[in-house]
């Protein structure tokens, strides 16, 4: 395996993906190649396929057991990628039955992080951010709830880090500073 290995990780709505497509604009000026693999559109391909899912928010819903069959079936075609990768995924993901570990030790091992981004800002924004993206059929949430999953997000990814060394980097995308957010992640990504 050769390349570099970062694993992009948020509560959904922070603004992950945006981040990450200009990130991608700004690297590709650089001529610093990279691939962006989306870990969650993985598991959908082959959920969708299986008949388990109609989209993909319905994905956290799925009984544990299928979601780890998922989780580790995209982790094998994405640990099996060459070159510069990153990751667009989840530290924890908010189910029915409780946090589900996004990385557990068996896609760590597929995986091999270099280090794990957290992507943060302030709950009230997210929830907005939420609110305003009709795309999506977002869980009915407050913004304890976010404040806590934040929380919760980065005692995983502490654990995370500790299993495999890898380093572990807050990145705030705040509203109106997303130029903020981008320098600090190309900076992750150099
Ligand atoms: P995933 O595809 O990651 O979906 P998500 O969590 O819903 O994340 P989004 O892409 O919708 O949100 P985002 O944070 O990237 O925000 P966005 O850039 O769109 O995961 C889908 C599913 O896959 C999960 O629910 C789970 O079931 C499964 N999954 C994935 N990984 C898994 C794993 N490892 N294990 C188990 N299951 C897994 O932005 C949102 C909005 O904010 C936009 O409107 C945008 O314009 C706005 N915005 C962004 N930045 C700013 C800013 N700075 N200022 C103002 N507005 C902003």
Same mark, same amino acid.
């Given at each position: 395996m050769s390349g570099k290995r970062v694993v992009i990780t948020g509560v959904p709505g922070v603004g992950k993906t945006t981040v990450i497509d200009a990130s991608m604009k700004r690297l590709a000026e650089e001529k610093i190649p990279y691939k962006a693999v989306n870990f969650g559109s993985c598991m959908f391909d082959t959920a969708k396929a299986e008949g388990f899912v109609e989209?993909?928010?319905?994905?956290?819903?799925? =009984?544990? $057991?299928?979601?780890?069959?998922?989780?580790?079936?995209?982790?094998? @075609?994405?640990?099996?990628? %060459? /070159?510069?990768?990153?990751v667009d995924t989840h530290a924890s993901v908010k189910t029915p039955a409780g946090y589900l570990p996004g990385l557990p030790e068996w896609v760590l091992t597929e995986l091999h992080p270099d280090t794990i981004v957290l992507?943060?800002? =302030?709950? $009230?924004?997210?929830?907005l951010r939420r609110i305003?993206?009709?795309? @999506?059929?977002?869980?009915? %949430? /407050?913004?304890?709830?976010?404040?806590?999953?934040?929380?919760?997000?980065?005692a995983f990814a502490a654990a995370y880090a500790m299993m495999t060394g890898c380093t572990v980097q807050i990145v705030r995308n705040e509203n109106f500073l997303l130029d903020h957010a981008i320098d600090a992640m190309v900076t992750v990504l150099r």
């Open positions: 989209d993909r928010d319905q994905m956290r819903t799925l =009984d544990k $057991d299928i979601q780890k069959k998922l989780q580790k079936l995209a982790a094998q @075609r994405i640990g099996a990628m %060459e /070159g510069n990768i990153i992507v943060e800002t =302030d709950e $009230d924004q997210i929830l305003g993206d009709e795309s @999506r059929k977002r869980d009915a %949430e /407050g913004s304890r709830s976010i404040v806590e999953h934040q929380q919760m997000n980065r």
